[in-house]
T-cell receptor, first 112, second 112 residues
Framework: NAGVTQTPKFRVLKTGQSMTLLCAQDMNHEYMYWYRQDPGMGLRLIHYSVGEGTTAKGEVPDGYNVSRLKKQNFLLGLESAAPSQTSVYFC???????????FGPGTRLTVT | AQTVTQSQPEMSVQEAETVTLSCTYDTSESDYYLFWYKQPPSRQMILVIRQEAYKQQNATENRFSVNFQKAAKSFSLKISDSQLGDAAMYFCAYSQTGDMRFGAGTRLTVKP
């Protein structure tokens, strides 16, 4: 049981480049989430999904897109990276909307 | 929008003593969920304790307990018999429909 995994663990991008972060969970959870964590701040929700084929905006969705084509995967895309998107990105999943969220190890993204 | 406030950026406790971390939140909802998460230097987010707003009884998990005051919108975490392994960032979080909001965190130092 791997839990929640994230690929890649580190990435450096130049301004304007695009990339996709992959989150995978093997717990058959319905709900999946993408957060970003900046220094001195708590996690902020970017987008989330309440089931396969569905997505919803969180607190800070601008500049990001997501897709949930398979129940176990949740992809976060940056179409044109900006230095303001330098952050640590966490993926999480949960079985119930009110339940514990299980987090991945995080991806450190630097945009220069 | 719901907001979560942690007014103590840093706290310190002597090993084996008790410490209380504060959290307040703002919501107009009556049914919601509150969480405390721990983030050690490894960066992994770990659930410490969870509270349903409709339950009057305060949640307890071993050395961790909460003081939930619904009318005051307060949700503090008490750590008893503090251990060196408790040193971490602690985040308070609010969720109602999956759109989880985190506070900015409290850094807890445990002195031997």
């Amino acid at each position: 049981n791997a839990g929640v995994t994230q690929t890649p663990k580190f990435r450096v991008l130049k301004t304007g480049q695009s990339m996709t972060l992959l989150c995978a969970q093997d717990m058959n959870h319905e709900y999946m989430y993408w957060y970003r964590q900046d220094p001195g701040m708590g996690l902020r929700l970017i987008h989330y999904s309440v089931g396969e084929g569905t997505t919803a905006k969180g607190e800070v969705p601008d500049g990001y897109n997501v897709s949930r084509l398979k129940k176990q995967n949740f992809l976060l895309g940056l179409e044109s990276a900006a230095p303001s998107q330098t952050s640590v990105y966490f993926c999480a999943s949960s079985y119930f909307v009110s339940g514990e969220q299980y987090f991945g190890p995080g991806t450190r993204l630097t945009v220069t | 929008a719901q907001t979560v406030t942690q007014s103590q950026p840093e706290m310190s406790v002597q090993e084996a003593e008790t410490v209380t971390l504060s959290c307040t939140y703002d919501t107009s909802e009556s049914d919601y969920y509150l969480f405390w998460y721990k983030q050690p230097p490894s960066r992994q987010m770990i659930l410490v304790i969870r509270q349903e707003a409709y339950k009057q009884q305060n949640a307890t998990e071993n050395r961790f307990s909460v003081n939930f005051q619904k009318a005051a919108k307060s949700f503090s975490l008490k750590i008893s018999d503090s251990q060196l392994g408790d040193a971490a960032m602690y985040f308070c979080a609010y969720s109602q429909t999956g759109d989880m909001r985190f506070g900015a965190g409290t850094r807890l130092t445990v002195k031997p």
